[in-house]
């Protein structure tokens, strides 16, 4: 797949993350502060609502872009999705339809530049489920939790997940305060309260539910591959020592529950499509229900950078990629409906944490300072094993084509030093 040519200038340079190929969905705010859903082609978004309204674009009956979510036109279905992107990029390409490219007017009301954009959640979030479907990953929180990198009995069987809270996902750039909650040091004799001394990310991909299934049906991988709308970034936050002590036998609760960050531009599974590539080899043969038929991984290029407050630069931590998982969004999404649970449009499944087998690759500060034994130097001359007040982290990501790139746009968050203790 080569660069799909644009009228939209900025659209064709090999730099951006937004060229024809991308038109990634959002949601911004517009002139008259109103939320509207957009495209972002190249510096600009291109506002869905001002097309849908002039009839330029059309998906159902009734207007589903004239919101401050996606959930509606995520709920349309494959057919819609694929039916719009088809549009889009006729209207956008450089020889396509005229309609937007020759009418200057309808230009300057549907579209803004996007420096200036601010953006919203995406979508509602309907549930969030958090799986640990990175093989590297899990052999070095082993390691690290329980002195082997063997894997649990069924890792290899299993995509391992818990339900998470759907009601502290967040878009990029919301600040994130350190949370209070109840942690025990290894030798002490009893438990403590108050914030967060173990402070981390994890590196994760987000994947999307467009369309969602009946209760008491499981859906195939293939199924649950038609259903996924799109992907963005996600910083799952962790507080390693909350975590530490609660997490057995039920899995992470409070450790987990007080942010997820996410990107706010998702990129469609369609704009994924030509950067599809294979799950790794299986060490164990999977039961039947969970093979799949087609690459069910992308190549996307992750880094996460660490910028303290006052710093002029931010130090990049790690470099890996979406393809070092070991189980599919769609291998997940099976898996989550296979008891009969229903999935919903809006539900939001994060990959579980992204670990290559470089120290260079790990995807959380856990890793990366092998729970604060090997602490990192930053750029300016600073350590860290965990986060600190102040420190902002940002996760990127890029699919790399032949001259052009499919871009996520940025997941970042601050850390706001936490509550003054509420409660002895
Ligand atoms: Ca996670």
């Known amino acids: 797949m080569t660069l799909l040519k644009s009228w939209v200038e900025s ?14 969905y959002g949601v911004f705010v517009t002139a008259d502060d109103e939320a509207h859903c957009c495209v972002a082609i190249g510096d600009m978004v291109l506002d869905l609502a001002v097309l849908e309204d002039d009839g330029v674009i059309s998906v159902t009956d ?8 996606l959930n509606e036109f995520m709920d349309a279905g494959k057919p819609a999705w694929d039916a719009l992107r088809a549009r889009l990029i006729d209207l956008l390409s450089a020889d396509g339809d005229d309609t937007l490219r020759g009418d200057k007017e309808l230009q300057s009301v549907a579209m803004a530049p996007r420096v200036d954009a601010a953006m919203e959640m995406p979508f509602v979030v309907a549930e969030y489920t958090d799986f640990y479907a990175g093989m ?21 069987h299993i995509p391992i997940g818990y339900n998470g809270r759907a009601s502290s996902v967040v878009v990029s750039g919301t600040e994130i305060r350190r949370p209070l909650g109840q942690t025990k040091a290894p030798d002490a004799e009893v438990p403590s309260f108050g914030p967060s001394k173990r402070l981390d990310i994890e590196l994760e991909l987000g994947a999307v539910v467009g369309t969602g299934s009946t209760l008491g049906q499981p859906v195939s991988v293939a199924q649950a591959d038609e259903m996924i709308f799109g992907y963005v ?69 992750l880094s996460v950078t660490m910028q303290p407050e006052g710093a002029d630069r931010a130090t ?80 990127k990501g890029e699919a790399r084509g032949d001259g052009y790139k499919i871009g996520f746009g940025e997941c970042a968050g601050k850390i706001l030093p936490a509550l003054e203790t509420p409660f002895k």
Not at 143 to 151: K, N, V, Y
Not at 290 to 300: A, F, R, S, T, V
Request: aromatic letters at 10%; a negative charge.
């Open 11 to 24: 659209a064709n340079s090999p730099e951006t993350q937004f060229p024809l190929n991308n038109l990634p």
């Open 62 to 69: 009734e207007p589903v872009f004239d919101l401050p979510f």
């Open 136 to 156: 590297q990953h899990a052999k070095n929180m082993g390691s690290i939790l329980r002195g082997s990198p063997d894997l649990p009995a069924n890792w290899l």
């Open 233 to 301: 970034l996600l910083n799952d936050w962790s507080a390693r020592d909350i975590q530490g002590w609660e997490y057995q036998p039920l899995g992470p609760f409070q450790g987990k529950a007080f942010g997820t960050t996410i990107s706010p531009w998702v990129v469609t599974a369609a704009a994924l499509e030509p950067f599809r590539t294979a799950t790794p080899p299986r060490e164990k043969e999977l039961l039947p229900y969970l093979n799949e038929e087609k690459p069910g991984l992308y190549d996307i290029s």
């Open 316 to 395: 990049t931590l790690t470099q890996t990629n979406y393809s070092r998982m070991y189980y599919s969004a769609a291998q997940q999404l099976c898996h989550h409906s296979i008891g009969g649970c229903a999935m919903n449009s809006g539900d939001l499944l994060g990959s579980g944490t992204i670990s290559g087998p470089d120290p260079s690759e790990f995807g959380s500060l856990l890793e990366l300072s092998w729970a604060g034994k090997k602490p990192f130097t930053l750029d300016t001359g600073e350590t860290r094993s965990f986060i600190e007040d102040g420190d902002t982290l940002t996760l």
